[in-house]
């Protein structure tokens, strides 16, 4: 099978197709959402040795970290936690304040870049494979992902195994399999990044409004669309 054939797998046997074929190459990166939670639950059932890397950001919410535990605890799945650049988060703080991300959208895209996808470069460095929990339905920026593509920006395939699940589909498998999952879901929040750029959703407003709600257009962090900001000169780059 061509790894482009694996489009049509169904998301357990993607999964497991994916730590077959590529190995310790593979890695699934997890912010500990619904999403993430199926995938772990899924490699948790077929003792898939993948490993599994989250951001610290340093601005996570509390039940982010308990629910790591968690995940430890009731899955048996070591999750590996990276951190960003302290050098980095440092230059950044001195030069825009501590919650810049409120001044602008271009300061909240570099505190993203900083605390989020600087780190993820390191994580991926390596490897050929990359498992993400994203969806179409998520954003409009995710509309046409597919279950498998070539991610040029990290030179590796990515498989997003629930790219054409629904929100309900999501959590339709949590309830039926019991999998344990962020306490904040439970009052309001639909999708869970840092605490300052993170709230409860409004009845019926779309599940991304809840996150960095001041700012309008698309609501990224960078992780899955590999863009730079355009002033980040810190440390000399």
């Not at 948790?44 to 995940?71: F, K, N, Q």
């Not at 988060?89 to 501590?98: A, I, Y």
């Not at 339905?137 to 046409?144: F, I, L, P, W």
């Not at 054409?164 to 309830?175: L, P, T």
Request: hydrophobic share 40%.
């Amino acid at each position: 099978m061509q790894v482009e054939d694996m489009e049509g797998l169904e998301p357990p046997t993607l999964v497991r197709e994916v730590w077959e074929r590529f190995g310790d190459a593979s890695v699934f990166t997890t912010s500990l959402g619904a999403e993430d939670m199926v995938i772990l639950h899924m490699m948790s059932a077929m003792e898939v040795g993948m490993e599994v890397v989250t951001i610290d950001t340093g601005r996570l919410p509390e039940e982010t970290y308990a629910l790591i535990g968690e995940v430890e605890r009731f899955l048996g799945i070591r999750v590996k936690v990276y951190f960003p650049d302290t050098g980095e988060v440092e230059e950044m703080v001195r030069r825009h304040g501590v919650n810049l991300f409120y001044d602008s959208a271009e300061k909240r895209h570099l505190c993203c870049y900083v605390r989020k996808v600087r780190v993820l470069e390191r994580a991926l460095k390596g490897r050929s494979a990359w498992v993400s929990g994203i969806r179409r339905g998520q954003t409009e920026a995710r509309a046409n992902t597919s279950r498998v593509e070539w991610d040029s920006v990290h030179g590796l395939w990515k498989f997003n195994p629930l790219a054409d699940w629904s929100y309900q589909m999501v959590w339709a498998y949590i309830r039926e399999n019991h999998v344990p999952y962020n306490a904040l879901h439970d009052r309001g929040y639909r999708s869970i990044g840092c605490a300052p750029c993170t709230r409860a959703v409004r009845e019926g407003e779309d599940e991304r409004a809840g996150r960095w709600w001041w700012e309008s257009g698309v609501k990224e962090c960078g992780l899955h669309t590999g863009w730079v900001p355009a002033d980040f000169r810190l440390g000399g780059r």
